[in-house]
T-cell receptor, first 114, second 118 residues
Framework: KQEVTQIPAALSVPEGENLVLNCSFT??????LQWFRQDPGKGLTSLLLIQSSQREQTSGRLNASLDKSSGRSTLYIAASQPGDSATYLC?????????????FGTGTRLQVFP | GAVVSQHPSRVICKSGTSVKIECRSL??????MFWYRQFPKQSLMLMATSNEGSKATYEQGVEKDKFLINHASLTLSTLTVTSAHPEDSSFYICSATAGGFIGTDTQYFGPGTRLTVL
């Protein structure tokens, strides 16, 4: 059974710091991995999607890497801002299922203070 | 990008009543929709997968008779929580895909519905 874990569960940092959020998954047989942002009481915003054949994806201050064989992904946030405060979720799309369903991680709650 | 809406955004009901939540794809045809549940400070848990014109596939531990799913058209799926109880209080989120090869399609998420059962 695929399990997705995120570390740390919560993080509070001053503005300007560079951050690394970690995601690990137990079964390396995945189609892709996706990082989402969720603001309190809101839905999900997709940040980055990495296909299993890719090593990383970048969007602005965000960079996500994927090491499929070791079951790990990291989300790097450069020069953090208070507006980055949110919960960050990673999700994998397993190869073993005959659907497009996602398995979500436990999330990292990020707070960036001025 | 593709937009998915949910209605209502928030609902409060008495214990024992049924609540219907709608999920709509606004600018694309969604062959598959997914329903997730999220308890406070927890991650999203998939409840069921809904394909247009066929019965939904429920995840283990999710009661089919309690959470009725209808995917009657390519732009609308509904989740009905029957005889809701306080433990059903949660944040319900749907997502939709436009079809294509498994593993390559993008899921677009709705804004969620906050259900509170008194």
């Amino acid at each position: 059974k695929q399990e997705v874990t995120q570390i740390p569960a919560a993080l509070s940092v001053p503005e300007g710091e560079n951050l690394v959020l970690n995601c690990s998954f137990t079964d390396s047989a995945i189609y892709n991995l996706q990082w989402f942002r969720q603001d309190p009481g809101k839905g999900l915003t997709s940040l980055l999607l990495i296909q299993s054949s890719q090593r990383e994806q970048t969007s602005g201050r965000l960079n996500a890497s994927l090491d499929k064989s070791s079951g790990r992904s990291t989300l790097y946030i450069a020069a953090s801002q208070p507006g980055d405060s949110a919960t960050y979720l990673c999700a994998v799309r397993p190869e073993s299922y005959n659907t497009d369903k996602l398995i979500f991680g436990t999330g990292t709650r990020l707070q960036v203070f001025p | 990008g593709a937009v998915v809406s949910q209605h209502p955004s928030r609902v409060i009901c008495k214990s024992g009543t049924s609540v219907k939540i709608e999920c709509r794809s606004l600018d694309f045809q969604a062959t598959t929709m997914f329903w997730y549940r999220q308890f406070p400070k927890q991650s999203l848990m998939l409840m069921a997968t809904s394909n247009e014109g066929s019965k939904a596939t429920y995840e283990q531990g999710v009661e089919k008779d309690k959470f009725l799913i209808n995917h009657a058209s390519l732009t609308l799926s509904t989740l009905t929580v029957t005889s809701a109880h306080p433990e059903d209080s949660s944040f319900y989120i749907c997502s939709a895909t436009a079809g294509g090869f498994i593993g390559t399609d993008t899921q677009y998420f709705g804004p969620g519905t906050r259900l509170t059962v008194l």
